[in-house]
């Protein structure tokens, strides 16, 4: 992929992002690769919106380093990781998606999947061990969690979603979303009984039941 | 900022704040400083129709009102926020569902997601709240707000707070997501803590560096 057309994928991929409702403001970040040894990244801190196709950063997969003045995500060690140790994956989406989020929170795997989920996701999407965000720990956790998926969850932050292209890792991104929604619902389902339909509102009364019963 | 050109981007934001269901159209509340001035929310006036004759402005010193009227039932407690805590230029009390959840629990919110550490705080409080406001709950929410962008009110949603309407909705939108998170894992077993000495740095990390990034990094 040319430089141009990977910061124009991953600048187009921002406003799907946002519109998606899998990142809220600045919180997640996307890659494409360029090359064996790039890949262009979005900045850190700033606001998809604003964002021009000629923002996107290119970093180099060997030691991070970069050009220009404008500073790449700082989970850029995160991305470079992946592409290291996945060569058929070329884009990246870090995610901070609602139920996924949820899940990495409990510390658990997504098992036990409908067919139409493990079917994109594999059998499995893991929760990465937790690292603090930015660092090495959480780039290495991560990468050994996407094995044998396409999509892993990061403890106590969000997920992180890989395809052989942008469409691939989008795809990735919602299925994970509706696989995370029906393994809370799930586990809701059988904590609290047959017999109550899974809403909000049902979830909420549940659960300061929970609470007023301790 | 002229005081017109405040008003009417006080509606817009307002209106955002309605269509993402952070605020009905009977409870809940917005307001902005402008200089000593503070704009806000007429109580049980729905954003959807507000006009700019529609919004109270209150003096935060003296709190004289000199426009508007049916000033909402939580007014001095966005006022006595502003005179504690200088840097606020935004508060919003949301009633947003998950939160309000989380605040008829009454249980602190512990982060379990990185984001709500940093944007929010290490934790997020439970202060007294009921109407009327007293000067015991105006104390108890002022106290809840120390070194956090957010308080839980106890069965009445929570305050949040932000240099502008912006940040106060990035505020609103993160413990959102944390209460929705602190709910939801009680079904999976519970949320997993983040370790209390990573949240403080995270939340310091944020205010003194990424909070920055979206100016700074150009």
């Known amino acids: 992929m040319t430089l141009d057309k990977a910061r124009e994928t991953v600048h187009r991929a921002c406003a799907e992002l946002v519109k998606a409702g899998l990142v809220a403001r600045t919180w997640g970040n996307i890659s494409a690769k360029v090359d064996d040894s790039t890949f262009v990244i979005t900045p850190s801190g700033r606001r998809y919106e604003e964002l021009t196709a000629a923002d996107m950063v290119l970093v180099k997969i060997s030691d991070l380093s970069y050009g220009g003045s404008v500073k790449p995500s700082s989970e850029k060690g995160l991305h470079a990781e992946i592409y290291r140790q996945y060569p058929e994956v070329n884009a990246i989406i870090h995610t901070h998606q609602m139920n996924a989020s949820t899940v990495a929170a409990a510390r658990k795997d997504i098992t036990g999947m409908d067919p139409r989920h493990s079917a994109i996701l594999g059998s499995i999407v893991r929760t990465a061990e937790y690292g603090l965000p930015g660092t090495g720990k959480l780039a290495r956790a991560t990468a050994f969690a996407l094995k044998g998926s396409k999509a892993a969850m990061m403890a106590n932050h969000g997920a992180v979603c890989a395809g052989r292209d942008m469409k691939e890792a989008f795809i990735v991104a919602g299925t994970l979303e509706d696989a995370a929604r029906s393994f809370i619902e799930k586990a809701f389902i059988r904590m609290s009984g047959s017999g109550i339909k899974v809403t909000e509102k049902a979830m909420h009364d549940y659960y300061l039941k929970l609470v007023a019963e301790r | ?218």
């Open chain 2, 1 to 218: 900022m002229k005081l017109d050109q405040a008003r009417a981007e006080f509606i817009s934001w307002a209106r955002t704040y309605y269509n993402e269901n952070f605020i009905s159209g009977s409870e809940g509340s917005i307001s902005c400083r402008i200089g000593d001035t503070m704009l806000i929310t007429p109580r049980r006036k729905s954003p959807a129709t507000l006009t700019p004759e529609d919004v109270i402005l209150i003096d935060i010193p003296g709190g004289s009102m000199s426009s508007g009227a049916n000033p909402p039932a939580d007014m001095s407690l966005h006022r006595a926020v502003y005179r504690k805590y200088k840097e606020t230029g935004a508060i919003v009390h949301t009633v947003e569902p998950n939160t309000m959840t989380s605040s008829m629990a009454g249980k602190t919110v512990y982060p379990l997601l990185d984001d709500l550490a940093q944007i929010v705080g290490p934790t997020t409080r439970v202060a007294r709240y009921s109407e009327p406001v007293d000067a015991g709950i105006r104390a108890s929410v002022v106290r809840g707000l120390k070194k956090r962008s957010a308080v839980l009110l106890s069965g009445g949603g929570a305050l949040c707070m932000g240099a502008n309407l912006d940040e106060a909705h990035a505020v609103c939108q993160v413990l959102m997501k944390g209460c929705k998170c602190f709910i939801e894992t009680e079904f999976l077993g519970g949320g997993i803590r983040i370790n209390p000495v990573e949240t403080r740095l995270m939340r310091l990390v944020y205010l003194i560096k990424y909070s920055k990034q979206n100016v700074k990094n150009r």
